[in-house]
């Protein structure tokens, strides 16, 4: 039988999902805990396959993966949970056809970025929005791959205010590599007046001009949903649902604690 599961992450203590050797990995954490229940036997035996890569310290709550296994039954998640560390978890499953490829199947892909609003304009922020969205060639957003398409579709961005952060949420049918934390950059560079749009309609016509862009730091960067429409019935696990929600207040007070250690060695007037 194929399963499919949903997994999130605090990804702050892992150099990225996709497995390397000699390093701490999302999937490599996932593959001992499936092995240790033995619901496979490997991942390539069991066509393990994940919607997506996500880079050192991105994070996620709405990564799928798939694979083969014999024991169903035991391919739950608060069962895999139990072998996994705190800040990886499963919380939903859907048993799939045989052919099901998270990343092939996926009709969009939804991320969220979270950074300081620096006072930037917001109206400015969203004319670029508007600008960026439909289907581009990217190629100055990305990292180049060579003979790879660099033209995607951004269905939606929209960009909200909280306090003194800004949520930005995108989708798109798929993204190219930095592609995310790029637009975040090119975003506040013209919220904050750096840039103008017509600066940003240039940076969309690579044939006719090229600019190098820094990403945005990892840590604000989260994989929220990869959705599929109606071809997949997920079923949640409220146990695992409630755990996860423990260890992450758990988590959220040790960090606001330490954001008040950290502020007590800033020089004070």
Not at 93 to 110: G, K, L
Not at 142 to 154: E, L, P
Not at 176 to 187: D, G, Y
Request: glycine share 6%; with cysteine; proline share 4%.
């Amino acid at each position: 039988m194929r399963v499919a599961l949903k997994i999130a992450y605090i990804g702050s203590s892992y150099r990225g999902s996709q497995v390397q050797p000699g390093v701490s990995t999302v999937e490599g954490k996932l593959f001992e805990a499936l092995q240790s229940l033995e619901i496979i036997e490997d991942p390539s035996s069991a066509r393990f396959v994940s919607a997506g890569r996500t880079d050192t310290g991105v994070h996620a709550m709405g990564q799928v993966v798939a694979f083969d296994t014999d024991k169903p039954k035991l391919a739950i998640p608060r069962v895999i949970n139990s072998k996994l560390p705190g800040d990886i978890w499963a919380w939903s499953r859907a048993e799939v056809d045989s052919d099901f490829h998270p990343r092939r199947y996926a009709r969009n892909r939804t991320y969220r970025y979270i950074t300081p609003s620096m006072d930037a304009d917001i109206s400015k922020i969203r004319a670029a929005c508007s600008i960026l969205e439909g289907s581009h060639d990217f190629a100055n957003f990305c990292f180049r791959d060579n003979g790879r398409s660099t033209i995607r579709r951004i269905e939606k961005i929209d960009v909200r205010l909280a306090g003194n952060l800004l949520r930005i949420d995108i989708t798109a049918n798929s993204f190219l590599w930095k592609m995310i934390r790029k637009i975040v950059t090119v975003l506040l560079l013209v919220g904050n007046g750096a840039r103008d749009l017509e600066w940003l309609e240039n940076m969309l016509d690579p044939a006719s001009y090229e600019e190098g862009i820094k990403p945005a730091k990892p840590y604000g960067l989260i994989l929220t949903d990869v959705n599929y429409g109606d071809s997949v019935q997920w079923f949640d696990d409220g146990y695992s649902m409630r755990r996860s929600r423990e260890r992450i207040e758990e988590y959220l007070v040790y960090h606001q604690v330490l954001a008040e250690v950290m502020d007590q060695f800033l020089p004070k007037e």
